[in-house]
């Protein structure tokens, strides 16, 4: 039996449409890239969050000489904020890449799973906004729609 699955996402061409509550964020997660240590690849990657308590948190890529080192901007951030703010629920993230390559760049895989962890531990969706050079958008409700049959750790 063949099966297909549907991706939700919405998408435009500008950024300052969506909602104004999250212009500021949107604003600090562009400017944060220039904090990206990515000086083998010079693809410059920043990730912001919101806690539901109204704390912002932010991360960039860390990228070393030995490149299997090199870290992700988002699990960079999420490690952080596992680790400083462990009973705070994630409300949503934006992600940008400081390159203009004509759509928002998704997460790698790795970082899926990453986000869909804590997405899964707390129990409350994280909205993830992908934000390109250009200034367009995706918006996903949840990181779980950014990562289809996804690996569950309670099946461990
Ligand atoms: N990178 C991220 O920061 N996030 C992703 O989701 C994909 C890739 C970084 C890793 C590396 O420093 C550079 O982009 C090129 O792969």
């Not at 990730?47 to 299997?68: C, Q």
Request: charged content about 25%.
């Amino acid at each position: 039996m063949k099966r297909s699955l549907t991706l939700n996402y919405e998408e435009g061409e500008n950024w300052k449409d969506l909602n104004e509550d999250l212009h500021a964020m949107i604003e600090e997660t562009i400017t944060f890239s220039k904090n990206a240590y990515a000086p083998y690849s010079n693809f410059k990657v920043s990730a912001g969050l919101t806690l539901e308590n109204g704390i912002k948190n932010f991360g960039t890529n860390v990228e070393n000489a030995s490149y299997p080192a090199s870290i992700c901007a988002e699990r960079t951030l999420i490690s952080h904020t596992v680790a400083n703010h462990p009973n705070d629920r994630i409300k949503t993230m934006v992600i940008y890449v400081d390159k203009a390559v004509g759509e928002p760049v998704p997460p790698c895989g790795i970082c899926r799973q990453t986000i869909l962890e804590i997405e899964l531990k707390q129990k409350s969706p994280i909205e993830i906004i992908l934000i390109s050079k250009e200034g367009n958008y995706k918006v996903f409700e949840k990181s779980a729609d950014l990562l289809p049959l996804y690996f569950d750790g309670s099946v461990l």
